[in-house]
């Protein structure tokens, strides 16, 4: 009887983290389908007149679950609004809102997770901003660094999907502003997963 109740909780395990990592691979296909649409469409591209003519699509690296990572969700809650550099002289203000922890390939990573002062009228609209470089920035992905957007931590465990980190604007025109990762979040490790650098792959 054992072995059989043993059996059943292995088979439903596997069935759902299949169905898991089935959902997992939809988002990230369904994220670039949007992503290429958005970008050819000459209603909601960001791109400049010259570029959009060239353009076929965005390149992404290859969609692997090892960049979607679990991540222990560390809140900081005494920390001070701060203006966040970026590519002009715009300074935006941030406040950093937590920090999340977790591991590729055995290393012990953290990013800052921040959270914009800016008013919303709808708090579900709320989210936390990821800027982050890695190794492959300038070697492969955008050199100014890639951004990933999270919802609003509920729990002690999140998900990072790198799979979803896209490029600033400005990877794709100098016209945009765009906030620079800040040395806190320069990740030690090679992200081979979510957008490409923009026309160096």
Known sequence: MKLKVLFFFVLITSLVFSQDKSEALKAI?????EANEKFSNPETTILDSLDLISFKRLEFYPA?????????????????????KTSTSRLPEYVKYGE????????????NLYKSTR?????????LFVPFTDLTSGDGSYGGGR????????TEIIYINFNLAYNPYCAYSARYSCPIP??????????EAGVKDFGHH
Do not use: C, G
Not at 29 to 33: A, D, I, N, P, R
Not at 100 to 111: G, N, Q, R
């Open 29 to 33: 296909k369904e994220y670039q389908t």
């Open 64 to 84: 692997n679950l090892k960049f979607n990572v679990k991540a222990t969700f560390v809140r900081t809650p005494d920390e001070k609004p701060f203006l966040m």
């Open 100 to 111: 999340a922890h977790f591991s590729i390939d055995d290393e012990l990573l953290t990013l």
């Open 119 to 127: 008013e919303v009228e709808n708090p579900e609209d709320e989210y």
């Open 147 to 154: 951004y990933i957007e999270l919802d609003i931590p509920t």
């Open 182 to 191: 800040p040395k806190e979040n320069d990740i030690l490790v090679r992200i």
